[in-house]
């Protein structure tokens, strides 16, 4: 849970830097205030939602591959305005 909290933070703080031309003093301030809470309730919502289940004990390099891939297809085809999704060749 660690690693997706140092995960959850840094995707955060990218989002703030994608989304804004220049990263003003006070945006910094607004991401520094509002990290740590967002992460806490991020990793509330994923294990109460199962999400640290046993079962990805069981899981390998390959499906954490095709699950990037489907995530990577399914942004693609949304901006690109693609009607169908999550069809299995």
Same mark, same amino acid.
């Given at each position: 849970m660690a #690693?997706?909290? @140092?995960? *959850? &933070?840094a995707a955060? *703080?990218? &989002? *703030? +830097?994608?989304r804004l031309? +220049? $990263?003003e003093p006070s945006y910094l301030q607004t991401i520094a205030l509002t @990290?740590?809470?967002v992460v806490? $309730?991020?990793?509330a919502v994923y294990?109460? $939602?199962g999400s640290y289940r046993s079962i990805w004990r069981y899981s390998s390099l390959t499906?954490?591959?095709e699950? *990037? &891939? +489907?995530? #990577?297809?399914l942004h693609h085809r949304r901006q690109s305005g693609s009607a169908s999704c999550c069809r299995r060749a």
């Amino acid at each position: 849970m660690a #690693v997706d909290g @140092v995960l *959850f &933070a840094a995707a955060y *703080f990218l &989002a *703030f +830097r994608l989304r804004l031309d +220049r $990263m003003e003093p006070s945006y910094l301030q607004t991401i520094a205030l509002t @990290v740590g809470p967002v992460v806490f $309730m991020k990793i509330a919502v994923y294990h109460l $939602m199962g999400s640290y289940r046993s079962i990805w004990r069981y899981s390998s390099l390959t499906d954490l591959e095709e699950l *990037f &891939a +489907r995530h #990577v297809g399914l942004h693609h085809r949304r901006q690109s305005g693609s009607a169908s999704c999550c069809r299995r060749a």
